[in-house]
Antibody, heavy 119, light 111 residues
Framework: QVYLQESGPGVVKPSETLSLSCTVS????????WTWIRQPPGKGLEWIGY???????MYNPSFRSRLTLSMDRSNNQFSLRLKSVTAADTAMYFC?????????????WGQGTMVTVTS | QSVLTQPPSVSGAPGQRVIISCTES?????????VHWYQQLPERAPKLLIY???NRPSGVPDRFSGSRSGTSASLTITALLPEDEGDYYC???????????FGGGTRLTVL
């Protein structure tokens, strides 16, 4: 059984950098396109981007100038850094694993971590 | 504006059937990309319900089915149960931005 667990600060100040990690247990971090998805309160899902062990990545153009995804293979973690946050970045952030060999059809999700941007 | 358009809400009585549509915008015209469906129950993470238009992951009841016709996809839920109440999202690929995209979501109410 594969489990994903997000971690990070619950509150971030405007203009600062949001950093989140997702720890993968029950599977190797290799071979998948590990993905971040977010959901503002009361709103729908928004795909942020993915990164794979091989170093390939794709970012949602809406975030491209502020976003960095990375991997820590030794700890079986992947991470998100989002710079210059505003209140619009307040959301539940999910990490997710797509089906093998593809970059969507997300069949494993973390429980999500709520991030509030406020001074 | 989402590349994938869903009705904001649908409803049905227990035992009935509901259909949720997902229509692709013109930015994807000329190509067909797989559509996937997710169920999000209140206060829960989304769950993959249907992948590649019509396939059910292991453990998903056969009351849930997906179909695809041209630029539209549909999720059909038969024999509605009260526990089916929640939000349903379609997801596909937007070639214009090379991004995965979600529909705006449909709130299912079981009357």
């Amino acid at each position: 059984q594969v489990y994903l667990q997000e971690s990070g600060p619950g509150v971030v100040k405007p203009s600062e950098t949001l950093s989140l990690s997702c720890t993968v247990s029950g599977d190797s971090i290799g071979t998948y396109f590990w993905t971040w998805i977010r959901q503002p309160p009361g709103k729908g899902l928004e795909w942020i981007g993915y990164m794979s062990q091989s170093g390939s990545y794709m970012y949602n153009p809406s975030f491209r100038s502020r976003l960095t995804l990375s991997m820590d293979r030794s700890n079986n973690q992947f991470s998100l850094r989002l710079k210059s946050v505003t209140a619009a970045d307040t959301a539940m952030y999910f990490c997710a694993r797509p089906q093998a060999g593809r970059a969507d059809a997300f069949d494993v999700w973390g429980q999500g971590t709520m991030v509030t941007v406020t001074s | 504006q989402s590349v994938l358009t869903q009705p904001p809400s649908v409803s049905g009585a227990p035992g009935q059937r509901v259909i949720i549509s997902c229509t692709e915008s013109s930015s994807n015209v000329g190509a067909t990309y797989d559509v996937h469906w997710y169920q999000q129950l209140p206060e829960r993470a989304p769950k993959l319900l249907i992948y590649s238009n019509r396939n059910r992951p292991s453990g998903v009841p056969d009351r849930f089915s997906g179909s695809r016709s041209g630029t539209s996809a549909s999720l059909t839920i038969t024999a509605l149960l009260p526990e089916d109440e929640g939000d349903y999202y379609c997801q596909s690929y937007d070639s214009s931005t090379e991004s995965r995209v979600f529909g705006g979501g449909t709130r299912l109410t079981v009357l």
